[in-house]
């Protein structure tokens, strides 16, 4: 327990010295892989808690039409989905980072995230229309942080230079693409599967009542 406090505690570190932060995840094993993914599930309660609890102004939501586990599944995939499209692309790019450590990189790189949406949703409650634009700039300030922790977390762990990895994640998106696609293709495959079993099923039931009567 003592361990994982201390690692929860060096990602304030991380973020503010990502070079040096993220060297000593990759070579020291200063991250974790749990604590990457409390801040992940974290971003996406607080995704919930945005739609529903931010002030008037800036909430457009129906809480009445608002499926929590959806809201957090939608904001957990797109990390998971980089996560693979980035290893995938690394590994033919000569990258030195695992997926593990990739996962790691993208967990802590939330924490600017989660800590710029939360000062939001307190600041929701009392702005006026006005002043909604100093809430939109708090949440660009720590999505911005989250690109350049990223950036300098997979440019670290995979041991590249710059334009190699502003390669590589040009190359990622693509690869995104490709898993989106095929997980549509296997979404849409599955529909297809599911009504025709429940056709058959109403089929035969049909059938068997017409034998038995």
């Known amino acids: 327990m003592k361990q994982f406090w201390e690692k929860l505690i060096y990602s304030r570190y991380v973020i503010?010295?990502?070079?040096?932060?993220?060297?000593?995840?990759k070579f020291r094993d200063r991250g974790d892989a749990s604590i990457a993914t409390l801040f992940l599930l974290v971003n996406g309660l607080l995704a919930v808690v945005a739609t529903?609890?931010?002030?008037?102004?800036?909430?457009?939501?129906n809480p009445k039409h608002m499926n929590s586990l959806l809201i957090v599944f939608y904001s957990v995939l797109p990390y998971l989905i980089f996560v693979v499209g980035n290893y995938?692309?690394?590994?033919?790019?000569e990258g030195k980072g695992t997926m593990r450590e990739i996962y790691i990189v993208l967990g802590y790189a939330l924490v600017p995230v989660i800590a710029t949406q939360?000062?939001?949703?307190?600041?929701?409650?009392?702005?006026?229309?006005d002043e909604v634009?100093?809430?939109?700039?708090?949440l660009a300030a720590g999505r911005l942080w989250f690109v350049f922790l990223?950036?300098?977390?997979?440019?670290?762990i995979h041991d590249y230079g710059f334009l190699k990895n502003l390669v590589t994640l040009?190359?990622?998106?693509?690869?995104?693409?490709v898993i989106l696609f095929?997980?549509?293709l296997a979404y849409s495959l599955i529909q297809e599967l599911v009504a025709f079993v429940q056709l058959f099923t109403r089929e035969a039931l049909v059938r068997l009542e017409g034998w038995l009567l």
């Open 88 to 93: 995938s692309t690394t590994t033919l790019f």
């Open 150 to 156: 990223v950036f300098t977390g997979l440019n670290t």
């Open 52 to 61: 529903q609890y931010s002030g008037f102004v800036v909430n457009h939501a």
């Open 170 to 177: 040009a190359v990622t998106g693509f690869a995104i693409g």
């Open 133 to 138: 634009p100093i809430y939109s700039l708090l």
């Open 16 to 25: 503010f010295h990502p070079f040096d932060g993220f060297y000593e995840i």
């Open 118 to 129: 939360v000062m939001a949703i307190v600041l929701s409650q009392f702005i006026t229309a």
């Open 182 to 184: 095929l997980i549509l």
